[in-house]
Structures are given as structure tokens and as C-alpha cells.
């Protein structure tokens, strides 16, 4: 749960600058590599 809102809360500052289908990808690339990771 806290994940999600952090996800938006940060989605949100960067999406003035950034295309939704960019983050999209960024966040797939980041949960791949955490998922990885542990």
C-alpha cells in the first residue's frame, strides 16, 4: 500500500516533464530490478 502511494506521489512530480507511457515503462524497469534484488 505504501508502495502505491509513493509511486503516485512521485509520478506526480515528474509528470509535467515526463510522458505517461515513459513512466510506465521506468516503473516496470524498477519493479523488475527490486524484484531481482530480494
Known amino acids: 500500500m505504501f508502495k ?3 509511486k503516485r506521489f512521485i509520478t506526480k512530480g515528474i509528470d509535467a516533464s515526463v510522458s505517461k ?8 524497469l524498477v519493479e523488475n ?3 531481482e534484488q530480494f
Open 21 to 28: 507511457e515513459i513512466q510506465i515503462v521506468c516503473w516496470e
Open 4 to 6: 502505491n502511494q509513493e
Open 33 to 35: 530490478l527490486v524484484k
